[in-house]
């Protein structure tokens, strides 16, 4: 069996069209949705992501502040400049680029935003209303994952599926999602004891790990749909996912490729929160 490829340029163009459309529509009612990002410090890899947001926005419609800070900000300063964005009618979405330098404590700014305004979807608000399947902003990378499995015509209901990681930005939030679906979830860790036997039995297999080919051809299903979020920057300086791509295909109905996978479509996802933020606060 060879794999088809789940593309996510394709995918996170039409959800940007989406977010375009909405906008386009927030925009005759007099509402432009707007996102503040904020950058702390000089990470290579926020810093492409951090323009990849801007130029999204751009894309749709929808007006951006980008505020770069210094790599020695302190908590307090980070802290005054998430209140005013918060106080601020104009802005909808505030977005802090995670990691934060060590000084800062990255609960407390998570904490700072409001939950109205929090388009990552990371507040202990949003977190706990995703669980309980409340109305939330859902976290972009999880809800760019169930958008991918479900382009592919396969029912997620009834059937198994196995996310490998137990981030509170992907793992958690992917297994809930997939287990709001009617799916049969199980979440493996880096202390689970038989993973490649729970792998092989997955219909779904989500792979949020951090390692580069984590995944092996032997740990995959035949037919399986493998959704791989991992973007690891190899010694080759290129990018690679936390499966085996090769092997992989080689077993997978569908699979997403590293690059032009979920990074695309958790950056479109973002677009959407965004703009049912400023739909939300103005009352529309
Ligand atoms: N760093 C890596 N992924 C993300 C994300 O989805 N949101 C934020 N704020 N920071 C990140």
Do not use: E, S
């Given at each position: 069996m060879q794999a088809q490829i789940i593309d996510g340029k394709i995918l996170s163009a039409q959800v940007k069209a989406e977010a375009a459309a909405e906008t386009a529509a927030l925009k005759e009612k007099g509402v432009t949705p707007c996102l503040a990002v904020i950058l702390v410090g000089e990470d290579p890899a926020s810093q492409v992501y951090v323009r990849g947001k801007a130029k999204d926005c751009h894309d749709c419609g929808i007006d951006s502040r980008v505020i770069r800070l210094p790599e020695e900000t302190t908590q307090a300063e980070l802290l005054k400049l998430v209140g005013e964005l918060a106080a601020?009618?104009?802005?909808n979405g505030i977005l802090v680029q995670l990691p934060l330098p060590a000084q800062i404590d990255e609960k407390a700014v998570i904490d700072a935003i409001p939950p109205e305004k929090d388009v990552d979807g990371f507040s202990p608000v949003n977190v706990g209303r995703m669980q309980i399947g409340e109305p939330c902003f859902l976290p972009c990378t999880p809800a760019g994952c169930i958008r991918m499995i479900e382009s592919t015509g396969t029912p997620i209901e009834g059937k198994r599926a196995v996310v490998i990681g137990r981030s509170n930005i992907v793992g958690k939030p992917a297994a809930l999602l997939l287990l709001a679906k009617n799916a049969t979830v199980t979440i493996c860790h880096s202390r689970t004891a038989n993973l490649k036997e729970l792998c092989s039995s997955a219909d779904i297999l989500v792979a949020a790990v951090g390692k580069a080919g984590f995944v092996t051809g032997d740990m995959i299903k035949p037919g399986a749909v493998v959704i791989d979020v991992g973007i690891n920057r190899g010694e080759d300086g290129k990018l690679h996912g936390d499966v085996d791509f090769a092997a992989a295909c080689e077993k997978a109905s569908y699979i997403t490729p590293v690059?032009?996978?979920?990074g695309l479509m958790t950056r479109a996802m973002l677009m959407k929160n965004t703009v049912q933020a400023a739909a939300r606060q103005n009352g529309l």
């Open positions: 601020d009618k104009a802005v690059p032009g996978g979920v």
